[in-house]
């Protein structure tokens, strides 16, 4: 994927998170769950420190795991409650941004699928349904395949996009007198 699939899930998740919260805190909920939705993807580091690509820490390998994402969510939700915030709904917040990556990500039409039930299993999955065009990496992003998957990503996920941006009414307070 391109990551614009991942971006739009994550801010959409934020604004679902925050409601009719102050635009200030919907937008610091919709980067904050953008970039958890983005994290798995860090693993492309794998590629300058030469770890092969089918290798467990090797791009879509553990980063992509159901049960990593788990483990995050958990660790997110114990940090929620102990400074006394929403715990539940940050650990499931967080679970459906970083759990959705690897799901995304296996149903695109190339790689090696994405090693969603590490570390029970290291085989590499794709889901039936397989809408999403493998992205080039790097450079490659800046070709004509390239823009062709920025352009089908945008259409897809064109729904999350609305939700997430779409101008909501705020609530109008009654004027105290």
């Known amino acids: 994927m391109a990551s614009f699939g991942h971006v739009a899930v994550g801010m959409a998740l934020g604004r679902l998170g925050v409601g009719q919260a102050s635009p ?5 909920a919709m980067l904050g769950l953008s970039a958890l939705a ?5 693993d492309v580091i ?7 690509y089918a290798a ?3 791009h879509r390998g553990a980063s992509h795991s159901l049960l990593l994402a788990a483990a995050v ?3 997110v939700a114990a940090g929620t409650r102990l ?4 715990a539940v709904k940050a650990g499931l917040l967080t679970l459906a941004a970083l759990g959705s990556h690897g799901l995304l990500d296996a149903m ?9 039930l590490w570390p029970l299993d290291d085989t590499r999955y794709f889901l039936p349904l397989r809408p999403i065009p493998v992205a080039p990496i790097g450079a ?3 070709s004509r395949r390239g823009l062709y998957v920025v352009v089908v990503e945008l259409l897809l996920f064109l729904p999350f996009w609305a939700y997430a941006l779409w101008p909501r009414r705020r609530a109008v307070q009654p004027e105290e007198g």
């Open 24 to 28: 200030r805190r919907v937008g610091l």
């Open 38 to 42: 983005m994290l798995p993807d860090a």
């Open 46 to 52: 794998a590629f300058v420190l030469r770890i092969p």
């Open 56 to 58: 467990t820490w090797g």
């Open 73 to 75: 969510a958990l660790g």
């Open 83 to 86: 400074a006394r915030g929403p």
């Open 108 to 116: 695109t039409t190339g790689g090696l699928g994405a090693a969603l």
């Open 140 to 142: 490659g992003m800046l």
